[in-house]
């Protein structure tokens, strides 16, 4: 991530993605706010979601659904890159801009519909040829990955 220049980064756990992405925020030195756009999701659980009437608030991201993974805040100009070293490293996992960080209030959201990335289990087929993309946060002109 340093050769990245990544300006922050966390583990997404029992919070959420926009739990942790809140977390991040708050405690940058410039106020920035996180807009979360693409939805890492674990396969399958949107349509579980949906037909339980999102009771736990999974396409909100507080659901631990949307947990797993590294949350890293890059410069834009670094982001497509890291996405592609890691997922050229072969481990299985993925990476994927899910957002961009802008002047705020040291808060994070998500918008009305994001785009739903469904994440394949590790070590299936649909994993190893899964689409990379990315998921990181903070200066204002970041790119989420």
């Not at 966390?10 to 106020?31: M, P, S, Y």
């Not at 592609?84 to 998500?110: D, F, T």
Request: glycine share 12%; charged share 15%.
């Amino acid at each position: 991530m340093h050769r990245f220049q990544a300006h922050a980064a966390t583990d997404v756990t029992g919070f959420g993605l926009l739990g942790h992405a809140r977390n991040l925020a708050t405690i940058q030195r410039a106020e920035v706010a996180f807009v979360i756009h693409n939805l890492p999701i674990i396969a399958k659980m949107a349509a579980i979601s949906k037909a339980y009437g999102n009771i736990f608030n999974l396409l909100g991201g507080t659901s631990s659904e949307t947990s797993g993974g590294l949350l890293v805040s890059l410069p834009r100009e670094q982001a497509a890159r890291f996405c592609a070293e890691v997922k050229g490293q072969g481990s299985g996992g993925g990476a994927w801009i899910i957002g961009i960080v802008e002047k705020g209030e040291r808060g994070a959201r998500i918008i009305d519909k994001p785009r739903i990335i469904e994440v394949q289990p590790r070590g299936t087929a649909a994993a190893a040829n899964q689409e990379n993309s990315s998921s990181t946060i903070p200066a204002p002109g970041d790119t989420l990955s």
